[in-house]
């Protein structure tokens, strides 16, 4: 039998080893050493667990891996109440969904999960004991108010995860009442031809919501975006009227405003607010709500010269309120003048990482973190909400 050279690895499609989990890694697949010194990715493996892993790709120090065989079960492992849950493999005919990687686990064990990520993220900040414990949401199914479906003309469902594959949805769980029964009149009308994918695509997008009917179906078109668990953003609404409660009188810009979510919080506050959005339909429809003492613009929050459009008004700002994507206030070039009158940050944060490297900035700028207050808004995926107050 032909021997491994000392600090020879083998990442071949095909290894095997057997090997425990270390920690969960932020996309939600579990860390697994590997004897050899590098760390395999591996869906479907929780905290405590021990498995037989195959080994599916490798980029540098960094495999990715699948379950041959459960060896040790952590005692949060429970039976997923999806028929589509799963992981999908590149040689599975119809892939599994793979869009709740985490259902597999019970509820409290995900709370917890998410808990120690955002405490460990903060403690880099030397602010953990800022952070609040989690907001646990209502209802962990039937919660989700909006989804982007994906069709070739012949099958409807989700894109399976690390793949670029259409993974046929019978029915999904985690939807309203109101999309869930959508979906099936959506699936009564495949195969719909229209629905084949343009020359150079591969599937069309449909867009459901709850204000969505059979008939207004958006076909390759994003409907405006809203947060999807409505139990939820009552409560970072609530957390944010809270603390707008002494905003009375006060200039707050307002960053990422989309179509007015937190707008109406500030304005029913009696804040004098600027809306900044770079996108047009949503600036439309809040300048439709003519909302009391605000006014909204478009702005592109991505271009480098954006907030010196605002010079010198920017430095006349009392409150700062954002709500942004996942790249976090990637462009803060003129956000913070020297003769800044900015007191109060309320940030609103659907990325982690991002909201780190911005809490840095602010306390770069003489900010301190007052509370961090975790939400979980997508159960049974590593998705974690945090509301973030900053003062100076």
Sequence with gaps: MKQRKPGHTSSAPGHTFEGSVRDIASDGRAVVPHPDGPVVFVPGLWLEERALIRV?????????????????????RRPPPCRHHGFATPSDPAPACGACPWMFVNYPAQLACKQSRVEQAFERLGTAGC?????????T????????LKSDGKALGFVAAGSRRIAPVEDCPVLSAHNRQLLQQLRAQLPNPAWRPRRGGEWTTLDIDEEVQLESVSVNARR??????????????????????DFAGQEVLELYCGTGNFTQVLSAAGARVLALEGDDAAVDMLQQRNL?????????????????????????????????????????????????????????SCDLATLV????????????????????????TPHIECLVHLSR
Aim: charged share 20%.
């Design 292 to 348: 009391p003492g605000v006014s909204a613009r478009r702005v592109n929050l991505f271009a480098e010269n954006a907030f010196e459009q605002l010079s010198p008004s920017v430095g006349s700002f009392e409150a700062l309120v954002l709500d942004p994507p996942r790249d976090g206030l990637k462009v803060t070039r003129g956000l913070l003048p020297k003769k800044s009158r900015l007191h109060t940050v309320a940030y609103i």
């Design 131 to 139: 952070v609040a414990p989690i907001w646990a949401t209502p209802e």
């Design 224 to 245: 405006p975006f809203r947060q999807a668990n409505d139990a939820q953003n009552q409560r970072m609404r609530d957390w944010l009227a809270a603390l707008a409660s």
């Design 56 to 76: 599916t790709g490798a980029r540098g120090r960094a495999w990715q891996g699948e379950i041959v065989e459960l060896l040790d079960a952590s005692p949060a």
């Design 357 to 380: 490297r911005d809490v840095a900035y602010f306390q770069q700028h003489g900010f301190d973190v007052v509370s961090v207050q975790p939400l979980d808004q997508f159960p049974h």
């Design 141 to 148: 199914l039937g919660y989700r108010n909006r989804a982007q």
